[in-house]
Protein backbone atom coordinates (compact mmCIF):
# COMPACT_ATOMS: atom_id res chain seq x y z
CA UNK A 1 0.00 0.00 0.00
CA UNK A 2 3.18 2.77 0.17
CA UNK A 3 3.67 2.00 -3.68
CA UNK A 4 0.12 3.53 -4.10
CA UNK A 5 -0.02 7.91 -4.47
CA UNK A 6 -3.41 8.28 -2.43
CA UNK A 7 -3.90 11.28 -4.28
CA UNK A 8 -4.77 8.99 -7.86
CA UNK A 9 -1.80 11.01 -9.47
CA UNK A 10 1.42 9.41 -11.42
CA UNK A 11 4.59 8.94 -8.85
CA UNK A 12 7.61 9.58 -11.46
CA UNK A 13 9.08 7.56 -12.99
CA UNK A 14 12.96 7.94 -11.20
CA UNK A 15 10.55 7.31 -8.07
CA UNK A 16 9.20 3.40 -8.52
CA UNK A 17 13.10 3.07 -10.08
CA UNK A 18 14.22 3.37 -6.53
CA UNK A 19 11.35 1.71 -5.01
CA UNK A 20 11.39 -1.13 -6.82
CA UNK A 21 15.49 -1.67 -6.46
CA UNK A 22 14.92 -0.92 -2.75
CA UNK A 23 12.42 -4.00 -2.81
CA UNK A 24 14.74 -6.15 -5.48
CA UNK A 25 17.18 -6.14 -2.09
CA UNK A 26 14.68 -7.56 0.02
CA UNK A 27 12.37 -9.77 -2.39
CA UNK A 28 13.33 -11.70 -4.96
CA UNK A 29 10.25 -10.92 -7.34
CA UNK A 30 10.56 -7.33 -5.78
CA UNK A 31 10.23 -5.61 -9.04
CA UNK A 32 6.95 -7.86 -10.53
CA UNK A 33 5.39 -7.51 -7.14
CA UNK A 34 5.59 -3.64 -8.09
CA UNK A 35 4.05 -3.93 -11.86
CA UNK A 36 1.58 -6.23 -10.30
CA UNK A 37 0.08 -3.53 -7.95
CA UNK A 38 0.94 -0.60 -9.95
CA UNK A 39 -1.51 -2.14 -12.69
CA UNK A 40 -4.04 -3.83 -10.42
CA UNK A 41 -7.00 -2.36 -11.33
CA UNK A 42 -9.33 -3.93 -8.16
CA UNK A 43 -7.40 -2.01 -5.64
CA UNK A 44 -9.74 -0.53 -3.06
CA UNK A 45 -9.04 3.67 -3.19
CA UNK A 46 -7.01 4.63 -0.15
CA UNK A 47 -8.93 7.59 1.58
CA UNK A 48 -6.73 10.90 1.09
CA UNK A 49 -6.33 12.64 4.94
CA UNK A 50 -8.15 15.84 4.62
CA UNK A 51 -6.36 18.85 5.77
CA UNK A 52 -7.20 20.59 8.84
CA UNK A 53 -9.17 24.14 8.31
CA UNK A 54 -9.56 26.29 12.01
CA UNK A 55 -12.42 28.55 12.80
CA UNK A 56 -11.10 31.79 14.37
CA UNK A 57 -12.36 30.83 18.00
CA UNK A 58 -10.43 27.35 17.83
CA UNK A 59 -8.21 27.08 20.80
CA UNK A 60 -4.14 26.66 20.03
CA UNK A 61 -4.06 23.49 21.60
CA UNK A 62 -7.11 21.93 19.52
CA UNK A 63 -5.31 22.99 16.46
CA UNK A 64 -1.78 21.35 17.06
CA UNK A 65 -3.88 18.05 18.22
CA UNK A 66 -5.55 18.26 14.77
CA UNK A 67 -2.48 19.39 12.88
CA UNK A 68 -0.53 15.76 14.99
CA UNK A 69 -3.56 13.64 13.72
CA UNK A 70 -3.18 14.87 10.30
CA UNK A 71 0.36 14.02 10.59
CA UNK A 72 -0.26 10.36 11.80
CA UNK A 73 -3.69 9.66 9.17
CA UNK A 74 -0.81 10.43 6.63
CA UNK A 75 1.47 7.40 8.10
CA UNK A 76 5.36 6.65 8.78
CA UNK A 77 7.33 5.96 5.49
CA UNK A 78 8.66 2.32 6.00
CA UNK A 79 9.78 1.70 2.46
CA UNK A 80 13.00 2.91 2.76
CA UNK A 81 12.64 5.38 -0.08
CA UNK A 82 11.80 8.87 0.84
CA UNK A 83 9.39 10.60 -1.49
CA UNK A 84 10.19 14.41 -0.86
CA UNK A 85 13.43 15.52 -0.96
CA UNK A 86 14.33 18.30 1.75
CA UNK A 87 17.12 20.46 1.55
CA UNK A 88 17.79 22.30 4.71
CA UNK A 89 19.26 24.81 3.25
CA UNK A 90 16.66 25.83 1.20
CA UNK A 91 14.48 29.02 1.96
CA UNK A 92 11.47 29.05 3.69
CA UNK A 93 9.25 29.95 1.10
CA UNK A 94 10.39 27.04 -0.64
CA UNK A 95 9.90 24.16 1.91
CA UNK A 96 6.52 26.05 2.13
CA UNK A 97 6.16 24.85 -1.66
CA UNK A 98 7.25 21.58 -1.25
CA UNK A 99 4.55 21.44 1.89
CA UNK A 100 2.09 22.13 -0.06
CA UNK A 101 2.76 19.68 -2.10
CA UNK A 102 3.17 17.16 0.47
CA UNK A 103 -1.00 17.65 1.05
CA UNK A 104 -1.73 17.05 -2.57
CA UNK A 105 0.29 13.96 -3.18
CA UNK A 106 -0.56 12.53 0.74
CA UNK A 107 2.17 9.99 0.41
CA UNK A 108 3.46 8.47 4.10
CA UNK A 109 6.20 10.66 5.19
CA UNK A 110 9.34 10.69 7.65
CA UNK A 111 10.32 13.23 10.71
CA UNK A 112 12.22 15.38 8.91
CA UNK A 113 8.78 16.03 6.29
CA UNK A 114 6.89 16.11 9.55
CA UNK A 115 8.53 18.88 10.58
CA UNK A 116 8.31 21.03 7.65
CA UNK A 117 4.35 19.98 7.27
CA UNK A 118 4.19 21.03 10.74
CA UNK A 119 5.86 24.46 9.74
CA UNK A 120 3.05 24.72 7.08
CA UNK A 121 -0.19 23.92 9.19
CA UNK A 122 1.02 26.16 12.28
CA UNK A 123 1.66 29.20 9.87
CA UNK A 124 -1.77 30.78 11.00
CA UNK A 125 -1.00 30.68 14.39
CA UNK A 126 1.08 34.00 14.89
CA UNK A 127 0.73 33.54 18.86
CA UNK A 128 2.63 29.95 18.78
CA UNK A 129 6.37 29.32 18.48
CA UNK A 130 8.21 27.31 16.49
CA UNK A 131 11.70 25.36 16.40
CA UNK A 132 13.19 22.35 15.55
CA UNK A 133 14.18 20.14 18.31
CA UNK A 134 17.26 17.22 16.64
CA UNK A 135 18.25 14.24 18.71
CA UNK A 136 21.26 11.58 18.25
CA UNK A 137 20.90 8.74 20.29
CA UNK A 138 23.22 5.49 20.91
CA UNK A 139 21.95 1.47 21.13
CA UNK A 140 23.28 -1.85 20.04
CA UNK A 141 26.77 -0.24 18.28
CA UNK A 142 24.91 2.12 16.17
CA UNK A 143 23.67 5.91 16.30
CA UNK A 144 20.44 6.85 15.29
CA UNK A 145 18.59 10.68 14.26
CA UNK A 146 15.42 11.89 15.27
CA UNK A 147 13.42 15.14 14.83
CA UNK A 148 10.50 16.98 15.82
CA UNK A 149 8.93 21.13 15.93
CA UNK A 150 8.77 21.82 19.22
CA UNK A 151 5.87 24.53 20.18
CA UNK A 152 5.78 27.05 22.73
CA UNK A 153 2.06 28.75 23.55
CA UNK A 154 1.31 30.53 26.48
CA UNK A 155 4.97 29.68 27.63
CA UNK A 156 3.98 25.83 27.32
CA UNK A 157 6.35 23.57 25.48
CA UNK A 158 5.03 20.65 23.36
CA UNK A 159 6.49 19.16 20.40
CA UNK A 160 4.84 18.02 16.75
CA UNK A 161 6.24 15.00 14.97
CA UNK A 162 6.39 11.56 13.33
CA UNK A 163 7.97 8.95 14.82
CA UNK A 164 7.80 5.04 14.66
CA UNK A 165 7.14 5.42 18.34
CA UNK A 166 3.97 6.61 19.95
CA UNK A 167 6.08 8.23 22.50
CA UNK A 168 8.98 10.48 20.19
CA UNK A 169 6.37 12.21 18.07
CA UNK A 170 3.38 14.17 19.45
CA UNK A 171 3.86 16.08 23.30
CA UNK A 172 0.80 18.21 24.34
CA UNK A 173 2.14 21.75 25.17
CA UNK A 174 1.75 21.29 29.18
CA UNK A 175 5.38 21.27 29.87
CA UNK A 176 6.35 24.02 31.92
CA UNK A 177 10.12 24.73 30.60
CA UNK A 178 11.71 23.61 27.77
CA UNK A 179 14.30 21.59 29.48
CA UNK A 180 11.15 19.16 31.52
CA UNK A 181 10.24 18.71 27.71
CA UNK A 182 13.48 17.53 26.32
CA UNK A 183 13.97 14.96 29.55
CA UNK A 184 10.75 13.57 29.01
CA UNK A 185 12.02 12.65 25.26
CA UNK A 186 15.11 11.27 27.02
CA UNK A 187 12.76 9.35 29.64
CA UNK A 188 11.07 7.80 26.44
CA UNK A 189 14.19 6.87 24.32
CA UNK A 190 15.50 5.94 27.47
CA UNK A 191 12.30 2.45 27.59
CA UNK A 192 13.22 2.34 23.90
CA UNK A 193 16.81 1.36 24.89
CA UNK A 194 18.57 4.47 23.75
CA UNK A 195 20.92 6.48 24.89
CA UNK A 196 20.59 10.15 24.31
CA UNK A 197 24.35 11.55 23.16
CA UNK A 198 23.32 15.03 21.78
CA UNK A 199 20.23 17.57 21.66
CA UNK A 200 20.24 20.12 18.90
CA UNK A 201 18.05 23.49 18.94
CA UNK A 202 16.69 25.77 16.50
CA UNK A 203 15.43 29.16 16.85
CA UNK A 204 11.59 30.16 16.75
CA UNK A 205 10.99 29.78 12.49
CA UNK A 206 8.98 32.85 10.90
CA UNK A 207 4.85 32.48 10.23
CA UNK A 208 5.69 34.43 6.80
CA UNK A 209 5.26 31.49 4.21
CA UNK A 210 6.60 33.91 1.64
CA UNK A 211 10.12 34.29 3.68
CA UNK A 212 13.19 34.04 2.14
CA UNK A 213 15.34 33.52 5.39
CA UNK A 214 16.85 29.83 6.13
CA UNK A 215 15.47 27.85 9.16
CA UNK A 216 17.98 27.78 11.89
CA UNK A 217 18.37 24.45 12.49
CA UNK A 218 20.92 24.55 15.14
CA UNK A 219 21.33 27.45 17.37
CA UNK A 220 22.49 25.22 20.27
CA UNK A 221 24.19 22.04 20.19
CA UNK A 222 24.35 19.95 23.37
CA UNK A 223 26.16 17.20 24.25
CA UNK A 224 25.41 15.20 27.14
CA UNK A 225 29.09 13.23 26.97
CA UNK A 226 30.70 16.82 28.21
CA UNK A 227 27.33 17.97 30.17
CA UNK A 228 27.04 17.52 33.55
CA UNK A 229 22.93 17.14 34.38
CA UNK A 230 22.64 20.70 36.08
CA UNK A 231 24.60 22.13 33.16
CA UNK A 232 22.49 20.59 30.12
CA UNK A 233 19.27 21.88 32.10
CA UNK A 234 21.21 25.31 32.25
CA UNK A 235 21.46 25.29 28.53
CA UNK A 236 18.61 24.40 27.78
CA UNK A 237 16.90 26.97 29.43
CA UNK A 238 19.32 29.54 28.45
CA UNK A 239 17.87 28.92 24.79
CA UNK A 240 14.50 29.43 26.30
CA UNK A 241 15.46 32.45 27.43
CA UNK A 242 17.46 33.56 24.18
CA UNK A 243 14.46 32.64 22.26
CA UNK A 244 11.92 34.78 24.54
CA UNK A 245 14.30 37.55 24.11
CA UNK A 246 14.40 37.21 20.45
CA UNK A 247 10.32 37.26 19.79
CA UNK A 248 10.53 40.01 22.93
CA UNK A 249 12.66 42.32 20.98
CA UNK A 250 10.14 42.33 17.86
CA UNK A 251 12.90 39.81 16.00
CA UNK A 252 11.03 36.92 15.94
CA UNK A 253 8.44 35.15 13.91
CA UNK A 254 5.58 37.45 14.25
CA UNK A 255 7.93 39.97 12.19
CA UNK A 256 10.10 38.23 9.63
CA UNK A 257 10.31 41.74 7.68
CA UNK A 258 12.19 43.43 10.51
CA UNK A 259 14.60 40.96 10.67
CA UNK A 260 15.43 41.40 6.79
CA UNK A 261 15.26 45.18 7.62
CA UNK A 262 17.67 45.12 10.48
CA UNK A 263 20.13 42.94 8.32
CA UNK A 264 20.09 45.72 5.87
CA UNK A 265 19.69 48.80 7.98
CA UNK A 266 22.99 50.52 6.95
CA UNK A 267 22.15 50.36 3.13
CA UNK A 268 18.38 52.00 3.94
CA UNK A 269 19.79 54.50 6.55
CA UNK A 270 22.03 55.67 3.08
CA UNK A 271 19.43 55.95 1.17
CA UNK A 272 17.46 57.92 3.85
CA UNK A 273 20.63 60.15 4.48
CA UNK A 274 19.62 62.44 1.54
CA UNK A 275 16.74 63.60 3.47
CA UNK A 276 18.49 64.05 6.08
CA UNK A 277 21.30 66.22 4.45
CA UNK A 278 18.73 68.35 2.76
CA UNK A 279 17.15 69.23 6.03
CA UNK A 280 20.73 70.25 7.65
CA UNK A 281 21.66 71.99 4.09
CA UNK A 282 18.28 74.18 4.83
CA UNK A 283 20.19 75.23 7.97
CA UNK A 284 23.68 75.49 5.93
CA UNK A 285 24.60 77.42 3.66
CA UNK A 286 25.94 75.43 1.11
CA UNK A 287 26.05 77.24 -2.51
CA UNK A 288 22.82 76.14 -4.68
CA UNK A 289 20.97 77.23 -1.59
CA UNK A 290 22.17 80.61 -0.98
CA UNK A 291 21.49 81.46 -4.34
CA UNK A 292 18.16 80.37 -4.05
CA UNK A 293 17.81 81.63 -1.20
CA UNK A 294 18.99 84.93 -2.12
CA UNK A 295 16.82 85.17 -4.85
CA UNK A 296 13.64 84.58 -2.97
CA UNK A 297 14.72 87.07 -0.09
CA UNK A 298 14.50 89.81 -1.88
CA UNK A 299 11.32 89.30 -3.89
CA UNK A 300 9.46 88.36 -0.53
CA UNK A 301 10.93 91.71 0.97
CA UNK A 302 9.91 93.71 -2.00
CA UNK A 303 6.93 92.37 -1.67
CA UNK A 304 6.49 93.46 1.89
CA UNK A 305 7.42 96.73 0.78
CA UNK A 306 4.90 97.41 -1.71
CA UNK A 307 2.13 95.80 0.63
Known amino acids: PFFVNRGGLPVDEPTWERMWRHVGRIHPEGERVAQRIR ?46 EIKKSRPLTGLMDLAKEMTK ?65 YKAPVFRTLSELIFDFEEAYRRCWHTLKKVKLGHCVSHDPHSV ?27 ARDMR ?10 SPTKDRKKDVSSPQRGQASPHRRNSRGDRRPSGEKKSADSKAMPDLNGYQIRV
Open 39 to 84: GAADLPKIPIPSVPVFQPSTPIPERLEAVQRYIRELQYNHTGTQFF
Open 105 to 169: EALPIKCLEAVILGIYLTNSMTTLDRFPISFKTHFSGNYFRHIVLGVNFGGRYGALGISRREELM
Open 213 to 239: EQIEWKRSILDLDKLTREDFRKELERH
Open 245 to 254: LKIGKGTGPP
